[in-house]
């Protein structure tokens, strides 16, 4: 599985993005697929998570309400819809994928490039 990250780009505080993962190669067998961040210095975090073909989803507590994850089988592509940014939201988003697993673990097999989301104060 081949995963492609697009969308970040540079907003001011309180604005939207919207980015994008689009995955190619075996995508049948994906089973669940994540959104994680990294910022300067930080280690890597757990962002978002969702089921393929399903419903469920899970975020962490510092983006619950205003990060959605959403995905469109038909283009085998996952979204990451953000809100009310913050300056702390600054961070290369990765998306990943896994053909199985539990949606809460932060274990993916398949991981994308990343793409920068900065937020200006």
């Known amino acids: 599985v081949q995963l492609q990250a697009s969308g970040g780009g540079l907003v001011q505080a309180g604005g939207s993005l919207r980015l994008s993962c689009a995955a190619s190669g075996r995508t049948f067998s994906i089973y669940r697929m994540g959104w994680f961040r990294q910022a300067p210095g930080k280690e890597r975090e757990f962002v978002a998570a969702i089921r393929w073909a399903a419903v469920n989803t899970y975020y962490a507590d510092s983006v619950k309400g205003r990060f959605t994850i959403s995905e469109d089988n038909a283009k085998n592509t996952v979204y990451l819809g953000m809100n009310s940014l913050k300056p702390e939201d600054t961070a290369v988003y990765y998306c990943?994928?896994?053909?199985?697993?539990?949606?809460?673990?932060?274990?993916?097999?398949?991981w994308g490039q990343g793409t920068q989301v900065t937020v200006s104060s």
């Open positions: 990943a994928a896994d053909p199985g697993g539990y949606l809460y673990s932060l274990n993916y097999n398949y």
